[in-house]
């Protein structure tokens, strides 16, 4: 199994620019929780509680971060709940409505995402790696936070990694 430090240098060698890592910051938001509007499409009643689907996925990429580093899995929660709040809000519109907001906001960040690869010269991690897009917005966090001072020990580990990372062909 992968540490939480080899996960986050293989996201971090794709994000070396500062252009594209500030693209990222807007982009990253907007690609990862937009699939939750089409996914809380699908409702259902637990005990008297409207749930969907989109929560329970939420819920359960939480846990997986828990298992990776708790500092950054604690923070993304509270990012989380409110943006994960409004887009359950949205999957309950009128579905074209709905639509219409999923749709412009996946695309919007995509082009955002895309511009700051172009900065990079390189393709998104996701490319190689599909489980590097869940790895995003704790990557985000972690950069905040190393710019603050905060869990140094970690970036140095990361960086180091980073510095050994082999691309796939």
Not at 89 to 97: M, V
Not at 122 to 127: D, E, G, K, T
Request: aromatic fraction near 16%.
């Amino acid at each position: 199994m992968r540490t939480i430090e080899e996960r986050m240098a293989g996201y971090a060698a794709y994000h070396q620019n500062p252009k594209n890592k500030l693209t990222h910051f807007f982009g990253v938001p907007m690609v990862y929780y937009s699939p939750l509007i089409p996914i809380g499409w699908i409702r259902f009643e637990l005990a008297g509680l409207d749930l969907s689907l989109a929560w329970i996925l939420f819920f359960i990429v939480i846990l997986w971060y828990f298992t990776l580093d708790i500092t950054l899995a604690s923070i993304m929660t509270i990012i989380s709940i409110p943006i994960v709040t409004l887009c359950d809000n949205i999957s309950k519109l009128p579905w074209q409505e709905s639509l219409t907001i999923f749709l412009l906001v996946k695309i919007i960040g995509w082009i955002i995402q895309l511009l700051g690869h172009y900065f990079e010269g390189r393709r998104p991690a996701l490319v190689d790696n599909l489980l590097q897009a869940l790895m995003a917005p704790l990557f985000l966090i972690a950069e905040v936070l190393f710019f603050f001072g905060i869990k140094k020990d970690f970036e140095q580990i990361v960086q180091k990694k980073v510095s050994e990372y082999k691309f796939p062909n």
